[in-house]
């Protein structure tokens, strides 16, 4: 992936356990040194002075870090606000969809498990019904995909929601035509793009979802409690605020009324939000498109040691039209709480283990500041576990 040197000097830019191979990007992200000394920096100018920080400088000071992330996200500033994670901005808009009796939200079995409770929640009680789509794996074809998802579609179905990347299973979805089908047929589309802003390019308008949310203290490495909303335009007058406050009927109307409702919650530490354009100079700065595409070949060169080493298929084939910087493969154990457990404190690997359709899986993320001794870390872990969990199962 890079050399040596270059490898320790990634290392030294992020604030991790230099004890851990953390291979657990994916959860909460982790933010650069010099992006999180700009985040603690605004911290200490809000405590300086807070009446000017958040009264009198708040509109131009959130107006200059919204215009900095629709630039990198392909939006509007005008249709995006900062929320603090992508399930509070799908909260946001859910909960203003008017669900009746005998809707249907259509999901897939892919979901973040979050969110699959956001809709069971909401659907139980507008008396409405929440579907899940199973995507077979391996992944046969995008078109087969949107035929999986498209074919439990029904005239009762209110809202399409999916996931661009896929939390348990860790694959970018084909959601273009699916959006594109669903706006013909008069469906609201609903996008949890928790991991995609700073793992894959996005261009929100040309996406054309009607409802899309993203993290960004993920892969845009920005500091913890950092998201968006993102809202076509022609529906923002149905997302009612989650928090009424005096964006409602404004004084001082900013020129978006989606923009006043949502953005003005009260008291509250913004500092996360202003490091945002930190967070994108940085991965301009670093040339990061070539770093996602170095994390990605070094993914793609042991996830076939990882599976020589369980015994199991790929989800998917590696391309990067199926993956990018993350990778789940099938571990062969139903004890998954105890999986995780044996790697982190036997090997110092951190990396999730799911109870997904009945099978354990564990997902693999890569990013800068990895090397190949990480990946070799756990190699050398599944191929000791293993034997072990199979022994175990058996006895």
Excluded at 52 to 76: I, N, P, Q, S
Excluded at 190 to 208: R, T
Excluded at 340 to 360: C, F, H, M, Q, S
Aim: glycine content about 6%.
């Amino acid at each position: 992936m890079r050399e040596p040197n270059e490898s320790f000097a990634w290392k030294e830019r992020f604030q991790l356990d230099p004890d851990v191979a953390f291979l657990n990007h994916g959860s909460f992200g982790a933010c650069p040194k010099p992006v999180f000394a700009e985040y603690q920096r605004i911290q200490r100018e809000l405590e300086l002075q807070p009446v000017r920080f958040l009264g009198r400088e708040f509109r131009d000071r959130m107006a200059a870090a919204r215009t900095a992330l629709a630039e990198y996200v392909g939006a509007d500033a005008d249709d995006l606000v900062y929320v603090p994670n992508t399930t509070t901005g799908l909260n946001m808009a859910a909960q203003s969809i008017a669900l009746r009796p005998g809707d249907e939200v259509l999901a897939t079995d892919h979901e973040y498990g979050a969110l699959d409770r956001m809709w069971r929640f909401l659907c139980q009680k507008a008396g409405a019904h929440y579907v899940r789509a199973p995507i077979s794996v391996p992944i046969l074809s995008a078109e087969h995909v949107v035929e999986e998802v498209w074919s439990h579609i029904t005239d009762r179905t209110r809202v399409l929601f999916i996931s661009h990347i896929t939390s348990p299973t860790a694959l970018i979805l084909p959601i273009q035509p699916l959006i594109e089908r669903a706006r013909d047929a008069g469906i609201t589309t609903v996008v949890d793009g928790a991991h995609a802003p700073g793992q894959i390019s996005l261009n929100l308008d040309e996406l054309g979802a009607d409802i899309y949310s993203g993290n960004c203290h993920k892969w845009m490495l920005a500091p913890k409690g950092s998201g968006f909303l993102h809202v076509r335009r022609g529906i923002q007058c149905m997302i009612d605020p989650l928090v009424v406050s005096w964006g409602w009927e404004s004084d001082e109307p900013s020129g978006s009324q989606f923009v006043d409702y949502h953005e003005w919650q009260g008291t509250r530490d913004i500092s996360a939000f202003l490091a945002v354009p930190t967070a994108i100079d940085f991965m301009q700065n670093n040339d990061w498109t070539s770093v996602r595409s170095r994390c990605h070949t070094l993914l793609s060169e042991f996830v076939p040691q990882w599976l020589e080493a369980t015994g199991e298929d790929a989800l998917a084939s590696l391309s990067p039209k199926w993956l990018a910087q993350m990778a789940t493969i099938a571990i062969p154990t139903s004890r998954w709480e105890a999986f995780k457990a044996a790697l982190y404190d036997g090997y110092g690997v951190e990396a999730p283990t799911i109870w997904w359709n009945d099978r354990t899986l564990l997902r693999i993320s890569v990013n800068a500041y990895n090397d190949r001794a990480d990946l070799e870390r756990l190699t050398a872990a599944l191929h000791e576990l293993i034997p072990q969990f199979r022994e175990e199962a058996s006895a």
